[in-house]
């Protein structure tokens, strides 16, 4: 049973930085694309960020030139850098592939 593992959240304040990074154990995941979603507190689930096995990229308006997702395969992980911060960014991050979900990790952004 594949686990993904995210690491990485924190508090920062507006225009700071911080990467996350989901790490899969288990199972391989190079063979599934993987999708970073976020969760503010009262609203929905948002996408935020996707990458395929082969590395192509989509991101959400409200993140685009501001976070990068990456991958690793061979270290099984994915990584989602995140760039000038703003307080609208605060939310629990999840990392999911195929059915695989993450934990989450809390993102607090201060203004």
């Known amino acids: 049973q594949v686990q993904l593992i995210e690491s990485g959240g924190g508090l920062v304040h507006a225009g700071g930085s911080l990467e996350l990074s989901c790490t899969a154990s288990g199972g391989t995941i190079s063979r599934y694309g993987m999708v970073w979603v976020r969760r503010a507190p009262g609203k929905e689930q948002e996408f935020v960020a996707s990458?395929?096995?082969?590395?192509?990229?989509y991101y959400s308006d409200s993140v685009k030139g501001r976070f990068t997702i990456s991958r690793d395969n061979a270290l099984n992980t994915g990584y989602l850098q995140m760039n000038n911060l703003k307080p609208e960014d605060t939310a629990v991050y999840y990392c999911?592939?195929?059915?695989?979900w993450g934990q989450g990790t809390q993102v607090t952004v201060s203004s």
């Open positions: 999911t592939a195929s059915n695989f």
């Open positions: 990458i395929s096995p082969i590395g192509i990229t």
